[in-house]
């Protein structure tokens, strides 16, 4: 009988220690994670019971707002732009989540940063509810219409920014998505937007200005000059045989200019004209030269990791060939083979160039704002790293000016503004169309704004594309739009 009491009072004190130690677990170890599970509908109920703060642009248009609702979830989120920001606001999903600015500043849109306000101080006291705190984007809505405008039907994407701050005041890429319907209060309705985004091709989710890379081609040809004038062992007069192709090392497979022939009628060519004239046999040999010096000036430029931002990106890459592969520098040279680079870094050496050799780390976010109008948080400018000295990036400018006044961008001309840039036209997979670039800044000696145009595939020019044809022509309008905008 004892016996048997025994093994029942361990048998009590075995299941009292499980529930112990359960509600330990549960009360102290995993409370976080099970508040924050999407399926625990009292985090949500109370999530959804804050008026979450709105998106605002930098001129206060508001690109994102929460409503009133007559149903459990009191606040429902809205975009009144549609699809024109999508890829900057990202969702806010009862399925999916929270994406790109909405996923990133989360806490401060539901006014759980931890800074206290009077505001906060105010809605407490008097029970007037609680309320986020907004976020003012540094885009400019006059900037982001221009970018979609400029851009039409085409596939691709432009970004715009201030040298100097890394303000982004346009990030545009096409296709875009609306962001409404997967925010929606109807659990099948979002899934079914969902899954309709998720069957096209391209997929609109994807923000080609960001996390896709594309071989830069011909504007990959200023980080290949700026590794030249960095060597020392080159300047603008420096000058290079003038063949009708280049054959490196290695291969019997040649790099032809883009025009079948020579770029200067035979003979020499100066480094400042194979820049102006965007010449492929220069640059081939040059990627031979300076392969080791293009790895500074990448890195200098973020290359090869992906850049801090306040939306996700992918890592544009550079990677120097070894002694055995010399045509793959020769390729690099001229921005073929194995270079990818994003729209957003490619406007990136657009603005280390304009910047003095230092480039800006970007940022969509100027400052967040309580419900009071009161600045609570403003994202401090920052510099990704050094990629050229100050001399060098003012050789470049002059090289990059006669660009558009006499070479391969003059499409891009502004009257009364000296704007510095580089066309780029670089070969896809075979058989497809080229893709056409742009990159430009101005005004060249005081710079305001630095874009990037890529145009997936030549867009509607299809194989006839180069950059300066479709690129150079659109970003004059950003251009021109920032100009009218900030009267410069």
């Known amino acids: 009988m004892q016996t048997q009491l025994r093994k029942v009072g361990w048998g009590l004190l075995v ?45 206060f248009v508001t690109v994102a707002e929460s409503v009133a609702t007559n149903d459990r979830l009191k606040f429902l989120r809205r975009y009144p732009e549609r699809d024109l920001y999508g890829h900057i606001t990202g969702y806010y999903s009862l399925v999916f989540g929270a994406d790109r600015i909405e996923r990133t500043f989360n806490e401060q849109l539901l006014g759980e940063s931890g800074v206290i306000s009077m505001q906060d101080i105010q809605d407490r006291f008097l029970g007037s509810g609680e309320r986020g705190d907004d976020v003012r984007l540094t885009i400019d809505s006059r900037l982001q219409t221009a970018a979609r405008d400029a851009l039409g039907g085409n596939r691709g994407a432009i970004v715009a920014l ?106 020499q060519i100066t480094l400042a004209d194979a820049l102006r004239v965007s010449c492929n046999t220069t640059f081939a040999q040059l990627g031979l030269e300076v392969s080791q010096e293009m790895v500074g000036v990448t890195r200098g430029m973020g290359f090869n990791d992906r850049i801090p931002f306040d939306v996700q990106t992918e890592a544009s890459t550079f990677d120097r060939a070894d002694e055995n592969n010399l045509p793959r ?7 073929q083979g194995d270079v990818v680079t994003t729209p957003l870094q490619m406007a990136l050496v657009a603005a280390s160039i304009a910047n003095g050799g230092e480039t800006p780390r970007p940022r969509l976010v100027e400052e967040v704002i309580d419900a009071a109008g009161g600045i609570v948080a403003r994202p401090a400018e920052e510099t990704l790293g050094t990629a050229m000295s100050e001399s060098t990036a003012r050789t470049l400018t002059e090289l990059m000016v006669a660009v558009v006044e006499s070479g391969t961008g003059a499409n891009a001309q502004i009257p009364g503004v000296e704007i510095a840039g580089k066309t780029g036209t670089a070969q896809s997979v075979e058989g497809a169309s080229p893709h ?19 145009v997936q595939n030549g867009g509607s020019f299809g194989a006839e594309a180069t950059g300066g044809t479709v690129a150079a022509p659109m970003a004059q309008q950003i251009i021109e739009t920032d100009r009218q905008v900030r009267e410069w």
């Open 329 to 335: 520098r020769s390729l690099a040279g001229i921005g």
């Open 436 to 454: 056409a670039w742009f990159i430009a800044f101005a005004p060249a000696q005081n710079p305001r704004i630095a874009v990037a145009v890529f």
């Open 15 to 59: 299941a009292f220690l499980a529930v112990f130690a359960q509600l330990n677990y549960v009360q102290i170890f995993a409370a976080e994670s099970i508040a924050s599970n999407p399926a625990n509908i009292r985090s949500l109920l109370r999530e959804y019971s804050i008026k979450r703060g709105d998106i605002l642009t930098f001129d």
């Open 162 to 267: 201030d040298p100097q701050t890394g303000a982004v005041r346009a990030m545009w890429s096409n296709p875009s998505f609306d962001p409404n319907p997967i925010s929606s209060h109807r659990p099948a309705r979002i899934r079914e937007a969902w899954d309709q985004l998720n069957a096209q091709t391209p997929n609109p989710l994807q923000n080609l200005a960001a996390t896709r890379g594309f071989p830069p081609g011909s504007t990959f040809k200023v980080v290949t000059a700026a590794a030249a004038l960095e060597s020392g062992r080159f300047n603008p007069q420096s000058t290079f045989d003038d063949p009708v192709s280049f054959t490196p090392p290695q291969t019997s497979s040649s790099i032809s200019n883009f025009s079948g022939g020579t770029c200067a009628g035979g003979g």
